[in-house]
């Protein structure tokens, strides 16, 4: 079966101004952003890609434009099944102030349980995107062979539910998983398992060195901004 690799999008404007964006409209890429897809291109340019899937919010399909414009005759598919969790009444708004809302720590500590009001609930989320792969594994593997490989540009915490889907992690471990913008992360589908083999890889060590203010114990939602 095919190997995934999946791109969470590059850094947007949602991500420095500390907002769960979810699905609201005209959130793009940050300068740092761009410049991540710009680099894009290179950084998997060994790669044989056979097809490009993106959400449909625009700070994914801008992070695909460069990739999709240095590979000649492949296009970019858009799959709503892998766009942002639809956050609901959370969306737009700062994370700063979610932090003290009671759902935030079913979210935190037992994400299975959490709905959004007005939205959907995380587990929910989960399955609408294991669903959109297993459909794209094997449309690829009869397109392109058992052997290929293609990518996916979605969002954290999809990509996150992703990643443990593949590990056979209960959904209540996932905020254990980090992915910051325009990381790789690649898993590989065999018939009785996947392989995860690649996470949350940026080639940027600096997000690990000490920081003036360290990570706290909770995830961020949606996921964050990555390294300074």
């Not at 690799?5 to 005209?26: C, D, K, M, Q």
């Not at 399909?61 to 005759?73: D, H, I, K, M, N």
């Not at 443990?164 to 690649?186: K, N, W, Y």
Request: charge should be negative; hydrophobic fraction near 40%.
């Amino acid at each position: 079966m095919p190997t995934l690799i999946l791109v969470r999008h590059g850094r947007s404007t949602a991500n420095t101004e500390g907002l769960l964006a979810g699905w609201t409209p005209g959130v793009a890429l940050d300068e740092r952003g761009a410049a991540q897809a710009a680099a894009l291109p290179g950084r998997i340019a060994g790669l044989p890609l056979s097809e490009i899937v993106t959400s449909p919010l625009q700070r994914c399909q801008e992070t695909v434009r460069p990739l999709v414009e240095a590979r000649s005759g492949l296009r970019a598919h858009t799959d709503e099944r892998i766009g942002e969790c639809h956050y609901g009444d959370w969306s737009g708004r700062k994370l700063a102030e979610l932090k003290d809302e009671p759902l935030m720590e079913v979210v935190q500590s037992h994400p299975s349980a959490a709905a959004f009001p007005g939205g959907e609930s995380m587990r929910a989320m989960q399955t609408r995107a294991a669903e959109a792969v297993r459909e794209w594994n094997a449309r690829v593997e009869r397109d392109h062979g058992a052997d290929a490989v293609y990518l996916m540009c979605s969002h954290g915490d999809i990509i996150k539910s992703l990643v443990a889907d593949a590990l056979g992690l209960h959904l209540d471990l996932f905020q254990r998983i980090s992915v910051e913008p325009c990381s790789v992360t690649a898993i590989r589908y065999t018939r009785l398992r996947p392989f995860l083999v690649r996470l949350g890889d940026t080639g940027d060590f600096a997000s690990l060195a000490p920081q003036q203010a360290p990570p706290g114990d909770e995830a961020t939602v949606g996921g964050g901004a990555g390294a300074p």
